[in-house]
């Protein structure tokens, strides 16, 4: 885990990676089509966006305030991901509470290698948030792509035989409607779980 991390980007250069990109007229990944191009132009104005405007629940400012267990955040993503968009502008909100969380980025088309371990329904689901003690790079956790009510409706969705650009339209209705309360939630109950098998 150690090399990954050592190849990982911070979150600020992760986001000058997609700016540079995109003034290239390209997106991340090997996929350089104009509707990924125009997916990764749209999703880094939802993440602005929500940088702006995403406020933290009091209950989960005070619990990720005192998480002091020294963590990093490995998050594989990709430029052009709705999901992504939504959710790693809040994960980098609660990662700034306290300083002993650090986030680092990887692409996942560039980390196959560690994307295939970390699969959801045997699909390379992202963003794919990985805990990790900053000091043994032992694993405490995971999180990603979405949270559980999210998912459960993507497969609702899927399970209707919906086409996939009505279920992402639909999807980032979602996130519209939800107002980012259900990854707040759930990152509330990990961030006691994790403490806790971090202080075991």
Not at 45 to 52: A, I, P, S, Y
Not at 87 to 94: F, G, M, Q, T, V
Not at 132 to 143: C, M, P, Q
Request: aromatic share 10%; hydrophobic share 40%; net charge negative.
């Amino acid at each position: 885990m150690k090399s990954f991390i050592e190849k990982s980007l911070t979150f600020s250069e992760y986001l000058k990676l997609i700016d540079d990109l995109i003034l290239e007229g390209k997106t991340t990944g090997t996929n350089q089509s104009a509707a990924m191009l125009g997916y990764g132009k749209l999703n880094r104005q939802r993440m602005k966006r929500l940088e702006k405007t995403v406020e933290l629940n009091n209950s989960l400012m005070e619990r990720a305030r005192n998480v002091k267990a020294n963590w990093i955040w490995l998050i594989l993503t990709e430029g052009w991901c709705g999901d992504a968009a939504q959710n790693i502008p809040i994960i980098e909100k609660i990662a700034a509470a306290d300083p002993s969380i650090e986030t680092r980025y990887l692409l996942r088309d560039e980390n196959l290698e560690l994307m295939d371990k970390y699969l959801t329904y045997n699909a390379r689901s992202i963003p794919k948030l990985i805990c990790l003690d900053a000091e043994t790079f032992e694993e405490i956790g995971t999180w990603g792509p979405r949270p559980q009510v999210a998912m459960d409706y993507f497969f609702e969705m899927k399970h209707r035989g919906l086409e996939k650009p009505e279920m992402m339209e639909n999807m980032q209705r979602w996130y519209l409607a939800d107002e980012n309360q259900a990854i707040q939630n759930e990152f509330e109950k990990f961030l006691e779980d994790w403490k806790k098998i971090s202080h075991e």
